[in-house]
């Protein structure tokens, strides 16, 4: 069902100079501030050629702006951020999963908290398009990864107007909002892929997005059992100024294991269900601690957290559950923690709307 006829969106006649196209674009507002493709009509209807979709289907209102994400705007993002036509059926799931009122984004989009839509690729559409998975995993380097995030970002910053100062509000930002897209490691993941833990088959193409800060480092190189090492990962995602809340029903949390620590822990018998359980345990505060600043008092804390003793340690998320653990990166003793921004739920969906399928 791609586009052969005319496209629904305005054509613009620009002088043919990359530099024309820029200078316009940015004039207008259209861009993150780095180069973008033209998206040029024979270009948009080569990336409708990527998806089984009517270019006039709506996928639905961008927050908060609320504009309309028919598959041809989705598309001429895409472009823009330098897609092949296959990331397509990726990236209208990842909207359409982002679209969920479950992943809250108006919230995402407009609060002063710097997070950013991670989109995690799982399943065969990851090597499909070429996604990375392996050292550097959050970094540079891999153009599926980069494109697919910038996508995402572009139709949050052009259809939902989500732009610094505006429909953004973030205080300080994050590089995240530049593109935030990784594969998981699967073949070193020992307790199976993360979409498989979320009720999909191992087997299916599926892309969870995650409201997630910027990835926060754990060095471990000592830890030789898994109680130490996952003590560890929990002091890092259990730090007083982070937004994750101790308070709001939504909070969770995204640890994203090296291949190396996910072996350590797994070779001392530990399931993922182990591995939850010891985090939600361990990643806490006492009172007494949350009273010196961050968060406390500004929102409606239950009542007995006011009359509980002061050494009573509160949990960053309500159960082990929604501590969501993966595994991607390099070699290294190296994890990561992903807090997010407390009202928003991971949201995942199985990709599909592949040409021919």
């Known amino acids: 069902m791609s586009a052969?006829?005319?496209?629904?969106?305005?054509?613009?006649?620009?002088?043919?100079?990359?530099?024309?196209?820029?200078?316009?674009?940015?004039?207008?507002?259209?861009?993150?501030?780095?180069?973008?493709?033209?998206?040029?009509p024979e270009r948009v209807r080569a990336m409708l050629a990527g998806i089984?979709?009517?270019?006039?289907?709506?996928?639905?209102?961008?927050?908060?702006?609320?504009?309309?994400?028919?598959?041809?705007?989705?598309?001429?993002?895409?472009?823009?951020?330098?897609?092949?036509?296959?990331?397509?059926?990726v990236l209208v799931a990842a909207l359409e999963a982002m679209l969920d009122p479950m992943f809250n984004l108006y919230g995402v989009q407009a609060t002063t908290h710097p997070v950013a839509p991670l989109v995690i690729v799982n399943g065969p559409a990851a090597a499909?398009?070429?996604?990375?998975?392996?050292?550097?995993?959050f970094g540079p380097g891999n153009a599926a990864n980069a494109t697919l995030g910038r996508a995402v970002r572009l139709c949050l910053w052009n259809l939902g107007g989500g732009r610094p100062g505006a429909g953004d509000m973030a205080t300080q930002g994050s590089p995240a909002k530049y593109t935030y897209a990784i594969a998981e490691r699967e073949e070193a993941n020992p307790w199976g892929p993360l979409h498989a833990s979320l009720g999909f088959h191992a087997g299916e193409s599926v892309v969870t997005v995650f409201a997630g800060e910027g990835p926060h480092n754990v060095n471990d190189h000592v830890?030789?059992?898994?109680?130490?090492?996952?003590?560890?990962?929990?002091?890092?995602?259990?730090?007083?100024?982070?937004?994750?809340?101790?308070?709001?029903?939504?909070?969770?949390?995204?640890?994203?294991?090296?291949?190396?620590?996910?072996?350590?822990?797994?070779?001392?018998?530990?399931?993922?269900?182990?591995?939850?359980?010891?985090?939600?345990?361990?990643?806490?505060?006492?009172?007494?601690?949350?009273?010196?600043?961050?968060?406390?008092?500004?929102?409606?804390?239950?009542?007995?957290?006011?009359?509980?003793?002061?050494?009573?340690?509160?949990p960053i998320v309500p159960g082990p559950d929604d501590i969501l653990v993966m595994v991607a990166g390099g070699a290294g003793k190296h994890s990561a923690v992903v807090p997010n921004c407390c009202f928003s739920r991971a949201v995942s969906r199985a990709v599909t709307r592949w040409p021919g399928s």
């Open 223 to 314: 830890s030789q059992r898994a109680p130490n090492l996952l003590t560890v990962i929990a002091d890092t995602a259990a730090t007083l100024g982070s937004n994750v809340g101790w308070y709001l029903a939504q909070s969770q949390l995204l640890v994203v294991l090296g291949p190396e620590h996910a072996a350590s822990i797994a070779a001392d018998g530990f399931s993922r269900a182990d591995v939850q359980r010891c985090l939600y345990e361990q990643a806490r505060r006492p009172i007494g601690r949350l009273k010196i600043g961050g968060m406390w008092g500004i929102h409606d804390w239950p009542r007995w957290m006011t009359t509980v003793d002061d050494e009573t340690r509160l």
């Open 128 to 137: 499909r398009l070429g996604m990375h998975a392996g050292p550097g995993v």
């Open 52 to 89: 089984e979709a009517a270019p006039d289907a709506v996928t639905g209102k961008v927050p908060p702006l609320w504009g309309e994400a028919t598959v041809e705007k989705i598309a001429i993002n895409a472009v823009m951020a330098g897609c092949r036509p296959a990331a397509m059926p």
């Open 4 to 40: 052969t006829g005319p496209l629904a969106s305005e054509v613009i006649e620009l002088e043919d100079s990359f530099e024309a196209v820029e200078a316009h674009f940015r004039e207008r507002g259209w861009t993150d501030g780095l180069p973008i493709v033209p998206p040029t």
